[in-house]
């Protein structure tokens, strides 16, 4: 007998506790996936993405806004994982970045921000304060 195995009891699993137990695992996955970093705000901009691989170009506009991402409403959304340069230009303000799809579905992807200059960095910045605050 190996070393320890006088101690370890089987058990045996039921249908039912294992459909409870995959259930519970499958909500925690759920719950993961819609946590989200930082806090969105309805932000709605013209945004031009380009995917860095292929060149292909796609014009859309933007749901959402937060410190680390955006979505992107498009029917036509690049699959997870392209590496996208953006531009989103909203009230004669242009905010520039390269960055990452981390969710594609049919109304669109949700980007994550890479890097990007400070004037950029500065641009999102100014647009979140203004959202908070209008928000207040």
Do not use: Y
Not at 4 to 12: L, Q
Not at 56 to 67: D, E, F, H, P
Not at 93 to 113: E, I, K, L, Y
Request: hydrophobic share 40%; charged share 20%.
């Amino acid at each position: 007998m190996p070393f320890g195995a006088s101690h370890v009891k089987k058990r045996h699993i039921h249908s039912r506790e294992l459909q409870r137990i995959g259930g519970e695992v499958h909500n925690l996955v759920l719950m993961k996936a819609e946590q989200h970093r930082a806090a969105r705000h309805a932000f709605v901009a013209r945004a031009e993405v380009v995917d860095l691989d292929s060149e292909k170009q796609l014009v859309a506009r933007t749901g959402n806004l937060s410190t680390f991402g955006c979505f992107i409403e498009t029917g036509a959304p690049f699959p997870r994982g392209t590496r996208i340069r953006m531009r989103i230009t909203h009230r004669g303000t242009t905010f520039v970045a390269v960055g990452q799809v981390a969710d594609s579905r049919a109304t669109g992807m949700g980007v994550r921000f890479g890097s990007m200059e400070p004037a950029h960095q500065q641009i999102l910045e100014n647009w979140l304060a203004q959202l908070r605050n209008s928000a207040n």
